[in-house]
C-alpha cells in the first residue's frame, strides 16, 4: 500500500542514547478500512479508496450513505484513493495499519496548511516596510508601497505581490524520515514538522 491517511496529533522531540534531541511530529495514522476498491475492467483506472475518522449518520448524504453501505462500512470523514495498487492483495473491508511502515523510511506528508485570513504585505510576503517615521511616512511602514507603472503599461503586471488571503492550501513536506513507530497505538513520528493545525488530516505517502 502506498500510503495511509491519518491525524497530527503535534509535536515533540525523541532523544537517541547519546542524548541528541530529534524534533518529530507525532501523527495517528490508521487504522483506514478499504471502502471500494476500482479496477481496470469497470472503472477504467485500478486504485484503493480507503477511510478516517468517524462521521455522524446525521452527516451522510444518501449517496455517501449507499456507498458506505455497499462495503459495510461505518462513514468515515474523509475518503481518499491511492492509484497504481496491486489491487490483488486486498479486499473491502480491510484495515490498512501503521505497520505498512517501517523505521527509516522517508515518506511525502501531505497536509493543509493553517489559514490566517487576510494578511497584508509584511506578513505574507515578507516585506521589510519603508523604515522609521520620518520625512513624513507615519502611517506607512507597513503598506506595500508602488504597484504599477504610470502611462506604460498603465496597469498592475501579473504576479504582483500584494495582500490577500494567506494560508488553507495543501502542501506537502517531502522526504520525512519515520524516526519511531508505536503500532498498538498508531501512532507514527516523522521527523520535522508537518503542515496543519492539530487534528488536522494528513496523507502519508511512501
Known amino acids: 500500500m502506498p500510503g495511509i491517511l491519518g491525524k497530527k496529533l503535534g509535536m515533540t522531540n525523541i532523544y537517541n542514547d547519546a542524548g541528541d534531541s530529534t524534533p518529530v511530529t507525532?501523527?495517528?495514522?490508521?487504522p483506514c478500512p478499504i471502502v471500494a476498491i476500482k479496477t481496470k475492467e469497470k472503472d477504467g483506472y485500478t486504485a484503493i479508496q480507503i477511510?478516517?475518522?468517524?462521521?455522524?449518520?446525521?452527516?451522510?448524504?444518501?449517496?455517501?450513505?449507499?456507498?458506505f453501505a455497499k462495503a459495510g462500512i461505518e462513514p468515515t470523514r474523509v475518503l481518499k484513493e491511492f492509484r497504481n495498487v496491486?489491487?490483488?492483495?486486498?479486499?473491502?473491508?480491510?484495515?490498512?495499519?501503521?505497520?505498512?511502515?517501517?523505521?527509516?523510511?522517508?515518506?511525502?506528508?501531505?497536509?493543509?496548511?493553517?489559514?490566517?485570513?487576510f494578511q497584508g504585505v509584511i506578513k505574507r510576503h515578507g516585506f521589510s516596510g519603508v523604515g522609521g517615521r520620518t520625512h513624513g511616512q507615519?502611517?506607512?511602514?507597513?503598506?506595500?508601497?508602488?504597484?504599477?507603472?504610470?502611462?506604460?503599461?498603465s496597469r498592475v503586471l501579473k504576479?504582483?505581490?500584494?495582500?490577500?488571503?494567506?494560508?488553507?492550501?495543501?502542501?506537502?513536506?517531502?522526504?520525512?524520515?519515520?524516526?519511531?513507530?508505536?503500532?498498538?497505538?498508531?501512532?507514527?513520528?516523522?521527523?520535522?514538522?508537518?503542515?496543519?493545525?492539530?487534528?488536522?488530516?494528513?496523507?502519508?505517502?511512501?
Open 26 to 30: 507525532a501523527i495517528q495514522a490508521g
Open 51 to 67: 477511510g478516517y475518522g468517524k462521521k455522524s449518520k446525521k452527516g451522510v448524504n444518501k449517496p455517501e450513505t449507499g456507498h
Open 86 to 117: 496491486d489491487i490483488s492483495d486486498y479486499k473491502v473491508g480491510d484495515n490498512v495499519t501503521v505497520e505498512i511502515l517501517k523505521v527509516g523510511d522517508k515518506v511525502d506528508v501531505v497536509g493543509k496548511s493553517k489559514g490566517k485570513g
Open 138 to 153: 507615519g502611517d506607512r511602514e507597513r503598506a506595500p508601497g508602488s504597484i504599477g507603472q504610470s502611462s506604460d503599461p
Open 159 to 206: 504576479g504582483m505581490k500584494m495582500g490577500g488571503r494567506t494560508g488553507g492550501k495543501q502542501i506537502t513536506s517531502p522526504k520525512l524520515k519515520v524516526i519511531k513507530i508505536l503500532p498498538e497505538e498508531n501512532v507514527v513520528f516523522v521527523k520535522g514538522a508537518v503542515p496543519g493545525a492539530i487534528n488536522s488530516i494528513v496523507e502519508i505517502n511512501k
